[in-house]
DNA sequence: CCCCGGAAACGTACGCTGTAAGGTTTTTGC
DNA sequence: GCAAAAACCTTACAGCGTACGTTTCCGGGG
């Protein structure tokens, strides 16, 4: 079958799936040839016959993600109601950032990669599809998928989402950073104190995804 | 000097140097302890005098390359005439991306850290400062920044950007994949029908980054 | 029945990485 | 001029990706 790279032919998608779990329980650095290979019960060297090379299996690691927010974005389009292709969009670049969420470790590792997942291609192809039947032309389709950025994936970059183990800032510090940081110290104050209650949420994330999209449709 | 970490006191940034040099010229994975010790003429492990690791070295270089652009923005702007907020963001993403060209490895590198340099903070400060000014809550400037994603740092993620070796697609694999992604296909072939002529810029870079840019703002 | 040919897994080995431990040289302050 | 301290070097180790040679398994023709 040479048109297509079929994946694996016999113990060839356990491998992935044994990869993505290391990943997720153990982070993507502990993805090595030897530990992916005991975890299937196997020697390092065995993997050699299913992929040509390490490369080739973060490429799988990513393309098995990716493929996993294409089902879940059929899934969740069954039901197939038209609602318009804003609402389209938003729901699915939603569904992406449920994915994503779930393995941590793949948007790092898909901004690394040199080529793109061609699973990825499907998901620009249901975008664009999208779009042209909502009016849109090639051309704005075209920059309309560049704006977009990495939503399409789930993920924006995190800016100071884990607040960098700010491990108890103590008062001189935390007055060193508002002297020399005055905006953002205060723009931080007003934040916390809108969103007091509600801890771990006041930056990151859903919220301001949600806000960024609405921005862009 | 307890209070702040002086980045390195005798050879310090000429190893900052050397190893962004390295990076330049044959990519960052050849940015090593011993390939940098050695570009600065000592043995590997004196580097560890003056960095606590390896990701302090690779934190050294985002710091370094975000620290250079916002010396670059600080010169653009010195000629001090205010042109609105929004021109001013305008430039001063454009001046980040001036300076991420010039050095193709950053992008990745910086979406790899786990912590933000602080010298980014420097950046953020200074574009919530612009839209404070501007008129803006602190509220929406704090959704404005996410909103901005990774172009205060200069880049967005490329897309098709090298359209992936591209070698000579043959002319079946085309018509599989003009089947398999029609509008993906007939968006190219529109698109590259608008740009005939300048090779290599019908979807890249410059333009996009600027639409999505004028869209947001 | 045996045998054997090719695929798949194994084992060994090499060069590379980051870095821990400890010895040696150079610089510096009194 | 001489101790103290900083900078440097040497050695060593575990782990990485992978090239190469050997072994094991298994199905079909003599």
Do not use: N
Not at 84 to 96: D, I, K, N, V
Not at 111 to 122: E, G, V, Y
Not at 133 to 152: D, Q
């Amino acid at each position: 079958m040479p048109t297509s790279a079929k994946r694996e032919p016999l113990t060839g998608d356990r491998l992935l799936t044994a990869a993505v779990s290391i990943a997720d329980t153990e982070g993507v650095a502990a993805v090595t040839m030897r530990r992916v290979s005991a975890a299937v019960g196997v020697e390092a060297m065995s993997l050699y016959h299913h992929l040509p090379g390490k490369e080739a299996l973060l490429d799988g690691l990513v393309d098995t993600v990716v493929m996993e927010v294409v089902s879940q974005i059929s899934i969740v389009e069954e039901s197939g109601a038209d609602l318009g292709w804003q609402a389209t969009l938003r729901r699915r670049f939603l569904t992406a950032r449920t994915v994503m969420l779930c393995h941590p470790w793949a948007p790092v590792l898909i901004a690394t990669r040199t080529s793109i997942p061609p699973s990825a291609f499907a998901i620009y192809e249901g975008l664009l599809a999208t779009l042209i039947e909502g009016g849109f032309s090639y051309h704005l389709g075209h920059r309309a998928l560049h704006s977009f950025g990495s939503m399409p994936l789930g993920f924006v970059r995190g800016l100071f989402s884990p607040t960098a183990g700010d491990d108890d800032p103590s008062e001189e510090d935390f007055a060193a950073m508002a002297e020399a940081l005055p905006h953002l110290t205060s723009m931080m104050a007003s934040e916390i104190q809108i969103h007091q209650g509600d801890t771990l949420g006041w930056c990151d994330s859903r919220d301001e995804f949600e806000f960024t999209l609405d921005l862009l449709l």
